[in-house]
């Protein structure tokens, strides 16, 4: 099968879960080509790392002006642009798209061609500063693709009641790999100190995540400085300004309590080297460092938000702790501390157990595999579908 991916740009978790399926589809035998928009805007743009990723593995990974923007000219130029490519090489049975603005780009590039060409729309998450007119545009673009998948049942309930039709929407969970990326050079002084840390019997906690009010980072210092009982290490990793950040450690005092490390291509691996990862975020996807840490045996304690609330099971998986709640999060810490060894196996395991049942690699892109087979009218669609009383 030749599947076009089509998104905005290459970045972030939606750019993991894209090279991820790009890769394991060209695995399994498909011709896969990714197309994302070579302008960037303020704030976003293409990650290097997923372009180099793309190039080694013989995946051909084309920008194009723009597919972002919100704009005739730049639609059309973008149309225009991709037509170019697909004369130059074979049409694709199914276009899968990551994003409002190219599934628009989509149905358009399917509407002239010879042959049916199934669109499928992946939405990673609804934009937090979309205004009312873009939004009645997205919703009238996703009940016209063939169909919207979404990772999570609270997603999929976002969109019904945005307007997206529920018979349109389908459920495919994200998947991660059962592998870490290795440290670099880079990783080694913190993976040190954090060694160091447990050696000398203090709880090492990671936290992972761009910095921004919606990572929600302070309430994670505020907790370590209510921990007088405790003398944990909590290292940051991330992207992003660290100057705030670092006036708040200073400012509670907790400059030997927290390490601030930077942007990471080994979050992973560094996050597996501690006891427990904390997301105290405001708004989250269906959270690829939760998963990480559910295949890697790591504790997870997360906000009560609703995305993350789906994905942990308080007390079974991991943790919750009431957001924007200093105290419950600083009770949480204790709590995780307190855990008996048997305490800890029995939610690794349940977390493992978790991964295995519905957060593979493998399971989603066997997903996304019947959903394409369906729109080809191969066979039966097996995911799971939302019904008309969703909305």
Request: with cysteine; glycine share 8%.
């Amino acid at each position: 099968m030749k599947i076009l991916h089509l998104t905005t740009f290459l970045q972030g978790g939606a750019g993991r879960i894209i090279v991820e399926l790009a890769r394991e589809q060209q695995r399994l035998g498909h011709e896969v080509t990714v197309v994302a928009s070579r302008r960037g805007v303020a704030g976003y743009g293409n990650d290097e790392e997923y372009i180099e990723t793309l190039s080694s593995l013989g995946i051909p990974a084309r920008l194009v002006s723009s597919t972002v923007e919100r704009s005739h000219s730049r639609t059309i130029a973008a149309v225009t642009a991709i037509n170019r490519l697909l004369v130059a090489e074979r049409e694709p049975d199914v276009i899968h798209s990551h994003a409002a603005v190219p599934s628009l780009i989509a149905l358009l590039l399917a509407g002239v061609r010879r042959t049916p060409i199934g669109v499928i729309q992946t939405m990673h998450g609804w934009g937090q500063t979309t205004t009312a007119e873009q939004a009645a545009t997205d919703v009238g673009v996703l009940n016209r693709v063939d169909r919207v998948a979404v990772p999570s049942s609270h997603s999929a309930t976002l969109l019904a009641d945005l307007g997206v039709q529920p018979s349109q929407i389908v459920i495919v969970p994200y998947g991660v790999p059962a592998r870490a990326r290795g440290l670099s050079e880079a990783d080694e002084a913190t993976w040190i100190a954090m060694t160091r840390a447990r050696r000398a019997g203090r709880p090492v906690i990671v936290s992972i995540g761009t910095r921004g009010p919606r990572q929600n980072h302070f309430l994670l210092v505020e907790a370590l400085a209510r921990l007088h009982h405790m003398n944990p290490l909590c290292v940051f990793v991330g992207e992003g300004d660290d100057r705030l950040l670092r006036q708040v450690v200073e400012q509670r005092g907790c400059e030997t309590r927290v390490r601030i490390h930077g942007d990471s291509r080994a979050a992973r691996a560094l996050a597996a080297g501690a006891d427990l990862l904390v997301l105290p975020s405001r708004s989250e996807g269906e959270s690829l460092s939760v998963l990480e840490a559910f295949c890697d045996g790591l504790l997870v304690a997360t906000s009560d938000v609703p995305e993350l609330v789906e994905l942990v099971d308080n007390g079974v998986t991991g943790f919750r702790f009431r957001l924007d709640d200093a105290q419950s999060l600083a009770d949480t810490l204790t709590r995780v501390a307190c855990l008996s060894n048997s305490g800890r196996r029995a939610i690794r395991g349940a977390a493992r157990d978790q991964y295995t049942a519905n957060f593979t690699l493998t399971r989603m892109v066997e997903r996304y595999g019947q959903l394409y087979g369906h729109l080809r009218g191969q066979q039966p669609q097996p995911t799971r579908r939302i019904a008309q009383s969703a909305a």
